[in-house]
């Protein structure tokens, strides 16, 4: 009987211990979480190749820890500016 959809495991760091590696081999797929200011693209480059090795399928990246409160990180607001609705009939609910 089939009860979840999806299942995670969560692993040690992969290019310290072989456990995320051997795990890997066992499921559908790999999500690597990198940490933002800590991971370099070097490590994310040697992961890559560590579970493609093992014939791995990565389907994504998780940054983890990201200081949001920077500047650096509140820039989209500019990009994407709030709506702005003609009529209160057009307005979105707010769920929140």
Do not use: W
């Not at 560590?50 to 820890?65: D, H, T, W, Y």
Request: proline fraction near 6%; charged fraction near 20%; charge should be positive.
């Amino acid at each position: 009987c089939r009860r979840y959809d999806h299942i995670v495991i969560d692993s040690p760091p992969a290019l310290y211990f072989a456990d995320s590696t051997i795990i890997s081999t066992k499921v559908d797929s790999v999500i690597l979480v990198v940490r933002d200011g800590v991971s370099s693209t070097q490590t994310l480059v040697r992961m890559q190749r560590l579970f493609q090795s093992v014939g791995s399928r990565i389907i994504g990246v998780v940054l983890n820890a990201v200081p949001i409160h920077k500047q650096v990180y509140n820039r989209y607001r500019y990009y994407y500016p709030e709506p702005r609705f003609i009529d209160e009939q057009t307005r979105p609910l707010n769920l929140g």
